[in-house]
């Protein structure tokens, strides 16, 4: 089981992780990213691949 982290002070509000993500993962909440459904990532990487600021981190529970 993965826990994915938004640092919402890096998060450009791009949305792109939202759109990315296979598992949906992640919804906007006050224009940041909320990745509300930790529980279902399955480790593709993809949305850490777009995006921008390096504001996703992913790890191993
Ligand atoms: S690693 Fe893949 S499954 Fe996990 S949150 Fe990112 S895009 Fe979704
Ligand atoms: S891809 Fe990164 S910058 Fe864009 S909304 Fe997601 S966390 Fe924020």
Same mark, same amino acid.
């Given at each position: 089981m993965y826990l994915v982290?938004?640092?919402s002070?890096?998060?450009e509000s791009c949305e792109e992780c939202v759109n990315v993500c296979? *598992?949906?993962v /992640?919804?906007?909440?006050?224009?940041?990213?909320d990745?509300? *459904?930790?529980s279902e990532c399955v /480790?593709?990487?993809s949305?850490?691949?777009?995006c921008p600021s390096e504001a996703i981190?992913?790890?191993?529970m």
């Open positions: 982290a938004v640092d002070g890096k998060c296979p *598992q949906g /992640f919804r906007m909440v006050d224009s940041k990213s990745p509300y *459904q930790t /480790f593709c990487e949305c850490i691949g777009v981190k992913i790890t191993e």
